[in-house]
């Protein structure tokens, strides 16, 4: 019971109360942070907290919210796939990717989507923070861009990549339908 509340619950109340905790700790509360918006551009501006105490919030934010999620997706889908493989080779059985493939697949588009979005700017500003501050400054708007399309299109990506949901949908729309009540007379 303790091993499912450390690898299941804990770190699933952690993606759903970190993100929330953290923006309101160091733009709500924070004394220091003041935001200056500009309606004019894609972004209306960088958040305040990453240009006060030094830029140390923002270079937290870049490694604690942008970096480590991106590095976790990746080492857990390739741990995930290498698992699938080693265990089909220790009970000396064939690795038959017809069957693993629909897998691989799903794995594949939807952690890709999350990664063409977020890639881009994460290594952009991982060069930003390391020396070069002026890297790639006149096409950031438009890889800001480029994140809106992820919870867009994701959506539409889960749709195709599991057809059970589309029918399971269908059918809970059609059993709604059918269970009304009517009045008689």
Known sequence: MVEKWIFHFIPILLCMLW?????FAVIVISPDCVNVWDF????CGNPCFQTVH??????????L???IPIII?????ITLISRVIYEKLARHQAVTWRRHRRMAFQLWFVSSLYMIGWLPLTLIGFVRFTGYPGFMYEHLSTI???LYFVPLLLPIVCLCVFPNAIKST??????????RVGTIT
């Open 73 to 77: 997706i990746v080492t857990t889908n």
């Open 65 to 67: 919210n942008i970096m």
């Open 144 to 146: 800001y861009f480029l």
């Open 54 to 63: 030094g830029g140390i919030l923002g270079v937290l934010h870049l490694v």
């Open 40 to 43: 004019n551009q894609v972004i």
């Open 170 to 179: 269908r059918d809970l729309l059609q059993r709604r339908i059918n269970s």
């Open 19 to 23: 993100p929330g905790s953290w923006h």
